[in-house]
């Protein structure tokens, strides 16, 4: 049964009915009784009562925003969930040395590199390598970077302490804390990535949810439970089976299980290959790829393409993306090397490492983290504004609410007019907001957007006209 407010002039009310049930005479208006028993009482009840609909709410989960940090975080502690700290910052450094190896040099997962003391604070900020790396000495001279005259390792790290203090810029990154055999020198070429800020109770309050479902690592709400925790800053996460039509892979004995996030960590990467001939796909080493940023002496489009993995596995570690140079273009001689220096969604990587742990068994399934596709969304509106409000201020404000309140969507939620109406018509200053294109970027229609389970919806400014 529900539980209500009631005020205290309610139970003033319920008082005086109680008090002249027994004795009609009694005055309720003036005198002792109201100065001593019934308003008195009425406020202490009415306090009383505003606690108990306050746990009220906690156990049914109404109106979150009212709650206090630690009520929820005592509440889902009976599910033991703690709440998330927030997001690991990722990047890569670089070992390096000035002559060629003599042996093969490795790299352990785990190792430990930090920045240098805060001159203000003392603080540093510590990362770790998230995976093994070596260099061959059969093969050392393709780890050699002509700009920097040595021999560089590119591996990936992640912050120890979550939110943005691991977010550290260029050449930070640079004191080992153990000793660094075979290499002279370690640092980050890259800024590391951006990261999630502490859970808020409504992230918190989801993951209750689902726990409740299931907590076993080898079920859907389980493995969905564990990134959610693990990894807050993978987003929304979706979880299918073999049986899905989108899982078009067998997995290693027909038990595929496709994990897709739409949150992602841009890593970037820079390596050597050697040109073997035009119109042959080059496969980059660190997959998924999010985009290629250069490659020094030839033109994205004229000389060589950016190809983007179709198959199955698209978006994973597994996936082929990579570059091919065109006929017409320009190209290394045949044998030469060459340097590519991409953005790689590193999240997407350490997500499947999870999966690598004994600790994390899902049970003799075959699961691939993928990232999800993202949905290019274009609005055009006429808008008019109300007398005495400036057009440019308004037709800014309304760009804003719109870019937040679609870039905020999860996975498999369309993009509805009439929610963007409702968004839009809270502003002030606007008479009439009507749309001339609703639709994906390249389309000029003007109706709602189906979003798939797999995909999500994102706007740029750039995507929404208001004339």
């Given at each position: 049964?529900p539980v209500?407010?009631?005020?205290?002039d309610?139970?003033?009310?319920?008082l005086?009915?109680?008090?002249?049930s027994r004795?009609?005479s009694?005055?309720?208006e003036?005198?002792?009784?109201?100065d001593?028993?019934?308003?008195?009482?009425?406020?202490?009840?009415?306090?009383?009562?505003d606690?108990?609909v306050?746990?009220?709410?906690?156990?049914t989960?109404?109106q979150?925003e009212?709650?206090?940090d630690?009520?929820?975080?005592?509440?889902?502690?009976?599910?033991?969930l703690?709440?998330n700290?927030g997001?690991?910052?990722s990047?890569t450094?670089i070992f390096?040395?000035?002559?060629p190896?003599t042996?093969?040099i490795?790299?352990?997962r785990?190792?430990?590199?930090a920045t240098?003391?805060d001159e203000e604070t003392?603080?540093?900020?510590?990362f770790v390598?998230t995976?093994?790396?070596?260099?061959p000495?059969a093969?050392?001279?393709s780890?050699?970077n002509l700009?920097?005259?040595r021999y560089e390792l590119?591996v990936?790290?992640?912050?120890?302490?979550a939110g943005?203090?691991g977010e550290?810029?260029a050449d930070?990154i640079?004191r080992p804390l153990?000793p660094?055999?075979?290499?002279d020198t370690v640092?980050?070429?890259?800024?590391t990535s951006?990261?999630t800020?502490?859970e808020?109770?409504?992230?918190?309050i989801d993951r209750?949810?689902i726990?409740?479902?299931g907590?076993?690592?080898?079920?859907?709400?389980?493995?969905?439970?564990?990134?959610?925790?693990?990894?807050p800053?993978?987003?929304s996460?979706l979880?299918?089976?073999?049986?899905?039509?989108?899982?078009?892979r067998?997995?290693?004995?027909?038990?595929?299980?496709?994990?897709f996030i739409?949150?992602?960590?841009?890593?970037t990467?820079q390596?050597?290959?050697q040109?073997v001939?035009?119109e042959?796909?080059i496969v980059?080493?660190?997959q998924?790829?999010?985009?290629i940023?250069?490659?020094?002496?030839y033109v994205l489009?004229?000389d060589?393409?950016?190809?983007?993995d179709s198959s199955?596995?698209?978006?994973s570690t597994n996936?082929?993306?990579?570059?091919k140079f065109?006929?017409a273009?320009?190209?290394?001689?045949?044998g030469n090397?060459f340097?590519?220096?991409?953005?790689?969604?590193?999240l997407v990587?350490?997500?499947?490492?999870l999966?690598l742990?004994?600790d994390y068994?899902?049970?003799?399934q075959?699961?691939?983290?993928?990232?999800?596709l993202?949905?290019?969304v274009?609005i055009?509106?006429i808008?008019?504004?109300?007398?005495g409000f400036?057009f440019?201020?308004?037709s800014?404000?309304a760009r804003?609410?719109i870019?937040n309140?679609?870039?905020a969507?999860?996975?498999?939620?369309?993009?509805?007019?009439?929610?963007i109406q409702?968004?839009?018509?809270?502003?002030?200053g606007?008479d009439n907001?009507v749309?001339v294109v609703?639709d994906?970027?390249?389309g000029t229609?003007?109706s709602?957007i189906?979003?798939?389970?797999?995909e999500?919806a994102r706007i740029?400014?750039g995507?929404?006209i208001?004339?």
């Amino acid at each position: 049964m529900p539980v209500g407010k009631i005020t205290a002039d309610q139970f003033v009310t319920r008082l005086n009915n109680a008090i002249q049930s027994r004795n009609s005479s009694y005055d309720l208006e003036v005198g002792p009784i109201p100065d001593l028993i019934t308003n008195p009482s009425a406020q202490v009840f009415e306090k009383q009562n505003d606690n108990i609909v306050k746990v009220y709410n906690l156990i049914t989960l109404n109106q979150f925003e009212t709650f206090e940090d630690i009520d929820v975080e005592n509440f889902v502690y009976n599910e033991a969930l703690l709440r998330n700290q927030g997001g690991r910052s990722s990047g890569t450094v670089i070992f390096s040395r000035a002559t060629p190896p003599t042996v093969d040099i490795t790299i352990q997962r785990g190792y430990p590199i930090a920045t240098s003391p805060d001159e203000e604070t003392g603080a540093t900020v510590v990362f770790v390598t998230t995976e093994q790396k070596t260099m061959p000495v059969a093969t050392y001279p393709s780890y050699y970077n002509l700009n920097t005259s040595r021999y560089e390792l590119e591996v990936a790290v992640q912050c120890v302490v979550a939110g943005s203090a691991g977010e550290v810029g260029a050449d930070k990154i640079t004191r080992p804390l153990r000793p660094l055999s075979n290499f002279d020198t370690v640092t980050n070429r890259n800024r590391t990535s951006p990261a999630t800020e502490i859970e808020t109770n409504q992230a918190l309050i989801d993951r209750y949810k689902i726990s409740i479902l299931g907590t076993q690592i080898a079920t859907r709400n389980g493995m969905q439970l564990l990134i959610e925790t693990k990894f807050p800053d993978a987003g929304s996460v979706l979880v299918v089976n073999a049986d899905d039509p989108l899982v078009t892979r067998t997995g290693s004995t027909g038990n595929a299980v496709d994990i897709f996030i739409n949150g992602s960590q841009s890593v970037t990467r820079q390596e050597t290959y050697q040109f073997v001939n035009k119109e042959q796909l080059i496969v980059l080493q660190n997959q998924p790829v999010i985009g290629i940023i250069d490659v020094p002496g030839y033109v994205l489009n004229t000389d060589y393409i950016f190809v983007k993995d179709s198959s199955g596995v698209s978006n994973s570690t597994n996936a082929q993306d990579g570059i091919k140079f065109l006929a017409a273009g320009s190209s290394p001689a045949i044998g030469n090397t060459f340097t590519i220096k991409y953005e790689q969604d590193g999240l997407v990587e350490n997500i499947q490492n999870l999966f690598l742990d004994n600790d994390y068994d899902v049970g003799g399934q075959d699961p691939l983290v993928r990232s999800a596709l993202q949905v290019d969304v274009t609005i055009s509106a006429i808008l008019t504004v109300l007398s005495g409000f400036s057009f440019t201020t308004v037709s800014n404000a309304a760009r804003d609410v719109i870019l937040n309140y679609i870039n905020a969507f999860g996975l498999g939620e369309d993009v509805e007019r009439s929610d963007i109406q409702a968004q839009v018509r809270q502003i002030t200053g606007i008479d009439n907001f009507v749309f001339v294109v609703f639709d994906k970027v390249g389309g000029t229609g003007n109706s709602d957007i189906i979003i798939q389970k797999n995909e999500f919806a994102r706007i740029t400014s750039g995507d929404i006209i208001i004339s």
